[in-house]
């Protein structure tokens, strides 16, 4: 198991088409990507106490991977390259490319309820 966290920005002027071009997305990841165990995109509700704040705009992706290798095609290929080359430009970018914070977990312990799926 490759669990993974990345965090994106969008920015102000794209909110709505970005959360509907990231909808489209992890359809396409379901559809596509068979060794991607979970691809789930979430923004901050901002009418609930969180702390510290959330920076507007951020997206955070949870991502559950077969191996790191699935994770490399998952990023390489073209459901993701296809993304970033359309919508890329809806998101704050570094160098040409949307600016993402990376965090590549162990897990420890936990569980997930079949319930929790949508």
């Given at each position: 198991?490759?669990?993974?966290?990345?965090?994106?920005?969008?920015l102000?002027h794209?909110?709505?088409?970005?959360?509907?071009a990231?909808?489209?997305?992890?359809?396409?990841?379901?559809?596509?990507?068979?060794?991607?165990?979970a691809?789930?995109?979430h923004?901050?509700?901002?009418?609930?106490?969180?702390?510290?704040?959330?920076?507007?705009?951020?997206?955070?992706?949870?991502?559950?991977?077969?191996?790191?290798?699935?994770?490399?095609?998952?990023?390489?290929?073209?459901?993701?390259?296809?993304?970033?080359?359309t919508?890329?430009?809806?998101?704050?970018?570094?160098?040409g490319?949307?600016?993402?914070?990376?965090?590549?977990?162990?897990q420890?312990?936990?569980?997930?309820r079949p319930?929790?799926?949508?």
């Amino acid at each position: 198991m490759y669990p993974i966290i990345s965090k994106w920005t969008i920015l102000d002027h794209f909110r709505n088409e970005a959360i509907a071009a990231l909808k489209a997305l992890a359809i396409k990841v379901q559809q596509a990507e068979p060794d991607t165990w979970a691809y789930t995109v979430h923004t901050p509700d901002f009418n609930q106490p969180s702390l510290p704040t959330p920076a507007a705009g951020e997206v955070i992706f949870f991502e559950i991977y077969k191996d790191e290798a699935a994770f490399l095609s998952h990023v390489s290929g073209p459901v993701f390259t296809d993304f970033v080359a359309t919508f890329g430009d809806m998101f704050l970018s570094s160098h040409g490319r949307p600016y993402t914070t990376l965090e590549i977990m162990i897990q420890e312990a936990g569980f997930f309820r079949p319930n929790c799926l949508p």
